[in-house]
């Protein structure tokens, strides 16, 4: 068992995943990237070297304020495979779409909404693709993906990589161009203050995050990803919900002018998330949505602390939004308008950089999460 105190998951390095290993050579790209941002110049645009260590890069050109973003979906493209293999249900659909949702979700964290979605197809054979219905399936579910959040599918690549993939598997990854609405600035956490609420979003499972330790999870069950759920859904279909499209509700608040300071998407680090932005504050939360029946079957399998958990997974946390004191409500009415559960659960604080979860008691400290790029020597 991981020590309570510590966050981040023993399990989840023993299934190859160590984000202390992989922030570190984040911020050694980030600090590469940033040498760069004068090139821009060249070009009669400008790099916002503020959202440096952001969800997406922002930058200007041609008088308009646009976001890039690449993402990837992990090895949930594996679980497909295994669950069709195991169970007969092909869910290909919805784990393309839930690729776009990891991006535009990403996206619209800056404050940007959506235009053109590219797709990354890599295949270990050509042959995966000779399953005409898996095939139709993998591009409908990035279609109506596209659809949901709002922007065209522009195109994309489909190389067959073999002795990289898998002959049997598909990497699912793409990227996004957006656009930050004409007259608004983009929301980089510049404007949050003490009293700021922190509002957030329900998830429905495990969305982009955590699949390589599920599949450890699944290789050590009996009944692997046939095994029951309390609900009596078997643990692979649980797995393979779709991740909901948080952009749908970035973009009606954009339109709505609510005043919105900041956006996490709660992915990989799970609620450390909650302390992405660069500033000394303290995000306090007291009121955390119930976790998803899929999650806390991995927790109990994993024989997870509450730390390790609420740093791995996003337990029930999609997506947060930190707004005015006085909005959260407003962004509550609009979230369930669009079918998503919203809860006021927290605020923003005078004091260190720090998260505090009252209700389980523990307390993520700065040094848990850096993804700040270093000025180049």
Not at 138 to 143: A, K, M, Q, Y
Not at 288 to 298: G, H
Not at 336 to 352: F, I, Q, T, Y
Request: aromatic content about 6%; some cysteine; hydrophobic content about 40%.
């Amino acid at each position: 068992m991981a020590d309570p105190r510590t966050p981040g998951s023993s399990a989840y390095r023993a299934a190859g995943v160590d984000y202390g290993a992989l922030d570190a050579g984040k911020r050694n790209a980030l600090t590469e990237a940033l040498a760069t941002s004068e090139l821009l110049r060249a070009s009669g645009g400008r790099a916002l070297d503020d959202s440096r260590g952001e969800p997406a890069f922002v930058f200007e050109a041609g008088g308009q304020t646009l976001a890039f973003v690449v993402e990837g979906l992990g090895t949930k493209s594996i679980i497909a495979r295994q669950v069709e293999e195991q169970l007969g249900v092909s869910a290909f659909d919805n784990v393309a779409y839930d690729t776009v949702a990891a991006i535009v979700n990403d996206l619209c964290c800056v404050g940007a909404v959506p235009l053109v979605v590219n797709a990354y197809f890599a295949t270990g054979s050509s042959d995966w693709y000779a399953d005409a219905e898996r095939n139709a399936s993998l591009v409908s579910g990035w279609r109506e993906a596209c659809v949901d959040a709002g922007a065209t599918w522009g195109g994309g690549e489909s190389p067959s990589l073999p002795g990289l993939v898998a002959p049997d598997d598909i990497e699912l990854a793409g990227s996004a161009v957006g656009i930050v609405p004409p007259g608004r600035g983009p929301i980089l956490g510049s404007d949050l203050k003490p009293g700021d609420e922190i509002v957030i979003v329900a998830s429905n499972g495990l969305h982009a995050n955590g699949s390589s330790l599920a599949r450890r999870v699944a290789e050590g069950l009996p009944g692997g990803y046939a095994t029951p759920l309390p609900s009596g859904r078997t643990f692979g279909e649980g797995l393979l919900d779709r991740t909901p499209i948080y952009a749908r509700l970035v973009r009606a608040l954009l339109e709505r002018a609510v005043e919105v300071h900041y956006l996490s998407h709660i992915t990989g680090h799970g609620l450390l998330k909650l302390m992405r932005p660069r500033r000394e504050l303290t995000y306090r939360v007291a009121r955390l949505p119930e976790v998803p029946e899929v999650l806390a079957f991995l927790v109990e399998q994993t024989e997870m602390s509450p730390a390790a958990a609420y740093s791995t997974f996003n337990m029930g946390c999609g997506f947060a939004l930190y707004c005015a004191d006085g909005s959260g409500e407003e962004v509550v009415a609009a979230a369930a308008e669009l079918g998503m559960s919203a809860n006021v659960a927290g605020v923003v604080e005078e004091g260190p950089r720090r998260v505090v979860l009252e209700e389980i008691d523990v307390v993520f400290e700065s040094g848990d999460m850096d993804l700040t790029p270093r000025q180049a020597a």
